[in-house]
């Protein structure tokens, strides 16, 4: 047992103290030791809800050969990519160089500095799937770091090269442009799968920052072609077999691109996103299904997280499997299963209702198993029967981590949820979790933390962008300015701790500890991989303050390559349109307090780059508004005001008359 991980707090690492392997965690120690004893070190990386971490562990680091040839040649160190996100960023693209292929667990060989010299995914326990057996890659890698360091050192040197180019490639500096915009929505169109939805070929993710700017190009444009391809693939994966159909919420990503057979783990940092898209397209199209799968996620999270919700807060991911030798099990059905739950007739119908008959949804391990999606609109009984059985089996890990960005992302969908789909206790849980997040994450001195209540894992980019954008979603719904105060203290915080001369922004603190010498070589997220841009979010929050040459300073530093980047930078590109095409701004004037009909229309139509202002009679105070406002704005109650660009509208007293004004309305 490894001592040294028996206390983490990481579910991924406290399974790995009970292996035979004698992990230490990251850490100056680790380094240190390998430095002594002339080792390499052995780098894993995984998280608890990866499928092929558990398969992984069981077949190699449970076995007690494979962990004897791990404890004599090498210094073994386990990371969760969930606590150190930029660890992982990091070695997932040093091994990506070497091989051109990602994700976990991440397999790395380090020297002592923590240098990468070898490295892959997964390795299985014999030579199979056109890889070698992890045995061999162990032997190969301790033969040559004691018999050809000079290989090793070469690799290190042409990897070290590799990564400084893409460094430099990634942060080009240039001058936004609303083509560039233009450029992106063609890319989608290109790509766009016209059969079944989404963008290129199987595997396919979701891509919540492309459907927005999608959905805000639809509305701006009032194009079909547009349109189209938000509805196709928002209908895709809210009846495919990705959208869980029983429980709700969204699996990580579906292995064929009919969206039926997925990845089953369940990911905060896809849900939240994927969730504020869903809300606002049933405000736009006020479509049924939009609504029902935006409160289906609520209503997940409040079925499987409701204590830790109602203290504030949000689970980080549900685990796919129940145990390694699982494969989907608990998601999934047999026949047999289904008429033991149901009775032979109801049986029949849930067959029809939810695709069992097509060979689609066979697992691939058990062609008996099958995935539901909604093949037929779903009968409610019949749901809910299937659920109760579900809920009596063996459930997967449900990981209650608070990562601080992680958190906000979901309070954002919240917040969106309430605000465009009218769920009634969305607004609520956003709240609680926002308000723990500022309670118990944040320091004047450091900002947010990482994971709530622990220090120890540092302080990242990703974190304050993610709760500076959940606060300003919260102010524009509840018009406080103490939300409006924090959010501004956030990215204050973020440009002092994380900014370059250049003005894109780091994942890390730039004075963080570094016990390699890696993590000291910037890296600047742009992309959606796998969360939102970082520096496109804060540059989102700075227009949405206001703060525009702040705001120019880091979409300036990224411009040129973002170009290159295009559909996998859709957040920077959400930025970008917010600058180069018009704001609106609306002002609703209410009698009193109490919500008023106005205020709701404000607040339920959805339309692009728009700030909400609101204020009660007689407390009007225009100084804070664009000029254009300042004149024309009054006491008088209700009414409401609405500029697009720079010129204004007439003002409306009636929620019918603002809702056109919002839908029709373009100014210039």
Same mark, same amino acid.
């Given at each position: ?20 392997? /004698? ?10 030791? =390998? ?62 160089? @070497? ?12 020297? %002592? ?10 390795? &299985? &326990? ?39 180019? +893409?460094? #430099? ?73 990705? +959208? ?28 939240? %996103? ?20 935006? !409160? ?18 949000? %689970? ?7 145990? &390694? ?33 097509? &060979? ?42 608070? +990562? ?45 933390? !990482?994971?709530?209540?622990? /220090? ?26 103490? @939300? ?27 004075? =963080?500890?570094?016990? #390699? ?50 559909? =996998? ?37 959805? /339309? ?61």
């Amino acid at each position: 047992m490894s001592e040294t991980l028996a206390n983490a707090r990481s579910p991924f690492l406290q399974h790995g103290a009970k292996q035979p392997v /004698r992990w230490m965690p990251w850490g100056e120690a680790a380094f240190e030791r =390998a430095r002594r004893e002339d080792k390499p070190i052995l780098l894993d990386i995984g998280a608890v809800w990866c499928h092929w971490c558990h398969v992984m562990d069981r077949e190699s680091y449970e076995d007690a050969e494979t962990a004897a040839l791990i404890n004599e040649f090498f210094v073994p160190m386990k990371v969760d990519r969930d606590e150190r996100p930029d660890v992982d960023a990091r070695y997932q693209r040093a091994v990506q160089t @070497m091989t051109g292929q990602g994700g976990w667990p991440l397999t790395a060989f380090l020297t %002592p500095d923590g240098d990468t010299f070898f490295g892959g995914t997964y390795f &299985p &326990p014999t030579d199979q799937y056109g890889r070698p057996s992890f045995k061999r890659v162990l032997g190969e890698v301790a033969r040559i770091w004691r018999d050809d360091r000079g290989r090793a050192n070469e690799a290190v040197t042409g990897i070290r090269d590799r990564l400084q180019q +893409y460094a #430099a490639a990634e942060t080009q500096a240039g001058t936004t442009r609303a083509q560039m915009v233009a450029d992106t929505v063609e890319a989608l169109a290109e790509s766009f799968d016209f059969r079944h939805g989404g963008f290129g070929r199987a595997p396919k993710f979701p891509n919540p920052g492309a459907l927005a700017v999608l959905l805000d190009h639809q509305i701006d444009t009032q194009l079909d072609w547009s349109a189209r391809m938000v509805r196709e693939t928002l209908d895709a994966m809210a009846r495919g077999g990705i +959208y869980d159909q029983l429980g709700g919420g969204f699996h990580r990503y579906s292995t064929d691109a009919r969206w039926l057979i997925p990845h089953f783990e369940k990911m905060a940092y896809d849900n939240g %996103p994927l969730l504020e898209v869903y809300a606002r397209a049933a405000a736009v199209s006020a479509s049924p299904l939009y609504r029902e799968i935006t !409160h289906g996620i609520v209503e997940h999270y409040e079925d499987i997280a409701g204590d830790l919700m109602q203290a504030g807060g949000f %689970p980080a991911s549900q685990d796919a499997d129940y145990s &390694p030798d699982d494969d989907g099990d608990y998601w999934t059905w047999s026949l047999e299963e289904l008429s033991a739950a149901l009775g032979n007739d109801d049986a029949a119908r849930a067959v029809k209702m939810f695709g069992v008959e097509d &060979p689609g949804t066979n697992m691939h391990l058990d062609p008996n198993r099958h995935v539901l999606y909604r093949a037929h609109e779903p009968d409610a009984a019949i749901k809910a029967k299937l659920k109760k059985t579900r809920d009596r089996r063996p459930a997967p890990y449900i990981d209650s981590n608070l +990562y601080s960005g992680w958190v906000a992302l979901v309070a954002s969908g919240f917040v969106a949820a309430a605000r465009y789909a009218e769920h009634p206790r969305a607004l609520g849980h956003a709240q609680r979790a926002l308000d723990r997040l500022w309670r118990e994450g944040f320091d004047e001195r450091t900002g947010l933390t !990482h994971r709530i209540g622990d /220090r120890s894992t540092g302080e990242f980019l990703e974190d304050h962008a993610f709760m500076a954008q959940a606060l300003l979603d919260l102010h524009d719904v509840t018009q406080d300015p103490e @939300m409006m105060q924090r959010a501004q203290q956030i990215v204050d915080i973020a440009s002092k701790r994380f900014q370059d001369a250049s003005g894109a922004l780091r994942d890390r603190a730039r004075d =963080a500890a570094a016990p #390699a010498q890696l993590l000291n070589e910037p890296h600047y997220p742009i992309a959606d991989s796998p969360t939102p841009s970082a520096n496109g979010t804060i540059a989102l929050v700075l227009l949405r303050m206001g703060r525009i040459s702040e705001a120019d300073r880091i979409l300036n530093a990224f411009a040129a390559s973002a170009e290159r980047l295009n559909t =996998a930078a859709a957040t920077y590109m959400r930025a970008v349109d917010w600058r180069t095409a018009p704001t609106t701004t609306v002002v609703v004037v209410s009698r009193d307090a109490k919500d008023d009909d106005l205020w709701r229309a404000a607040l339920r139509t959805y /339309r692009p780059r728009t700030v909400l202002r609101r204020f009660i009679a007689g407390t009007v105070r225009t100084d804070t508004l664009p000029p254009e406002l300042q004149a024309m704005v009054t006491s008088d109650a209700p009414r409401a005001y609405v500029c697009a660009g720079q010129t204004c509208a007439a003002p409306v007293s009636e929620a019918a008359a603002l809702q056109r004004l919002l839908a029709e309305f373009r100014g210039t």
